[in-house]
């Protein structure tokens, strides 16, 4: 069984349209997240939420909104896209907030996002 | 400044050869640190944590040294399924002592291992 799934895998799309990715997790952690990996393969943080509850939120856009209806499912969507928003998408869950390093994070398959 | 800097390589290795990695972080505060690998077109996966005492795992030895904000990874014996990006990550002090589960991650060394 998939830990964590995103769909879709692919999403090719016109500028301007308004997409959505959801994301679920099976292992029964509390904290989930977004990352946006670009073309130079730098991963970086965009959302997280522990048990629904937003926790960090970095410098993006507001065209990007998550939202968890549990905590086991993160959704991102995003309106008006634009190129720059090309790029490979990863949710991914761990089981607390924490420092520890036993912390760790799994990641989902990702979606490749292709605005043209 | 990048909070979490790797030199990105490549590295190409013979088969059975030994290959070190290294990384810098900038925030002196941080509490935790790992090495994550990620294979082409797929998503990161947790290859081990880093102790302050340094910990190895089979083929792979971790060090962390918190003065000089310098952690490595040394991969022996070398094998073709050990070719991939590999990811220093560093979890961020960032308010209030907390790191909110925040990790950093370096842009990836990229090891390519040959028959």
């Known amino acids: 069984d998939t830990a964590v799934s995103q769909t879709p895998k692919y999403l090719v799309t016109q500028m301007g349209n308004d997409k959505s990715i959801k994301c679920e997790q099976n292992l029964g952690h509390d904290t989930m997240y977004w990352y946006k990996q670009d073309s130079k393969k730098f991963l970086k943080i965009m959302f997280s939420y522990n048990n629904k509850e937003l926790i960090i939120n970095e410098t993006v856009p507001n065209r990007f909104s998550p939202k968890s209806p549990d905590k086991a499912h993160l959704n991102l969507h995003i309106n008006s896209l634009e190129l720059g928003d090309s790029a490979v998408y990863f949710c991914?869950?761990?089981?607390?907030?924490?420092?520890?390093?036993?912390?760790?994070?799994?990641f989902g398959p990702g979606t490749r996002l292709t605005v043209l | 400044r990048k909070e979490v800097e790797q030199d990105p390589g490549p590295f190409n290795v013979p088969e059975g050869a030994t290959v070190a990695f290294n990384c810098t972080y900038s925030n002196s505060a941080s509490q935790s640190f790992f090495w994550y690998r990620q294979d082409c077109r797929k998503e990161p996966k947790l290859l081990m944590s880093?102790?302050?005492s340094g910990n190895e795992d089979g083929r792979f030895t971790a060090q962390l040294n918190r003065a000089s904000q310098y952690i490595s990874l040394l991969i022996r014996d070398s094998k073709l399924s050990d070719s991939a990006t590999y990811l220093c990550v560093v979890n961020m002090v960032i308010r209030g002592g907390s790191t909110l589960g925040r990790l950093y991650f370096g842009r990836g060394t990229q090891l390519t291992v040959w028959p």
């Open positions: 991914a869950s761990s089981q607390v907030l924490s420092e520890s390093p036993y912390n760790e994070q799994f």
């Open positions: 880093v102790y302050s």
